[in-house]
């Protein structure tokens, strides 16, 4: 049973299933970059344990379970919604169809989902919203694992094209260092530039 956090009753699953679909993204604050979500059907057969909110373990443990999830999963994909898709729909509108992408993506298809937050993302199949559900249900911490490895690995490759952006270090968020690099730099043009930091930036051109 996933463990929950103390101010939390225990997780009521409307679904009794094996084609439960965990979904969660990564990425909203940052500010530069995609938007990256998760789905995972984890197998009930083939539990994976260690499985919790990717913002509690170390990056050397999200990447072996990453590993562990996609080997033993029933189904996972990772899907995104670009910068350039969160300044024209919002940053809210972007994920949840970086959410619905990962949720059709998946092969064999999910029946319900389990999607972090207090919204599903307005995808077809039916669901409940969890609030914490990463640290709540496997899945939906599976899900975020996934998303965040992946989308760490995007501001490495980042960081090897733009090293004077620290990119590695902040994973985009608007750390000092970040503003401080966009202030001496410019935005690039993977930047969002919906984005107040980013706006105030290139207002300055």
């Known amino acids: 049973m996933p463990t929950k956090p103390a101010d939390f009753p225990p997780l009521v699953v409307e679904y009794a299933g094996d084609f439960l679909a965990g979904v969660d993204e990564v990425g909203r604050g940052p500010l530069v970059g995609s938007v990256v979500a998760a789905a995972v059907i984890l197998d009930p ?7 919790t909110d990717s913002k509690k373990l170390t990056a050397r443990r999200r990447e072996s379970l990453d ?5 033993h999963a029933l189904a996972f994909a990772v899907a995104e919604a670009s910068a350039e898709e969160i300044d024209t729909l919002n940053i809210y509108h972007a994920t949840h169809l970086a959410m619905r992408r990962a949720v059709d993506a998946l092969r064999p298809q999910a029946e319900y989902l389990l999607v972090d937050g207090n919204r599903l993302p307005g995808h077809a199949l039916p669901g409940q919203a969890v ?8 899945a939906i911490a599976a899900a975020s694992i996934l998303a965040k490895v992946a989308r760490d690995a995007q501001m490495a490759e980042l960081d090897l094209r733009y090293p004077e952006y620290g990119f590695a270090r902040h994973k985009g968020y608007p750390t000092k260092e970040h503003l401080a690099a966009l202030e001496a730099h410019g935005a690039l043009a993977e930047h969002r530039k919906s984005f107040a930091p980013v706006q105030r930036q290139l207002a300055l051109l």
């Open 131 to 138: 609030v914490r559900g990463d640290a709540r249900h496997p």
């Open 45 to 51: 057969k083939a539990p994976i344990v260690g499985l």
């Open 67 to 71: 590993v562990l999830i996609r080997e």
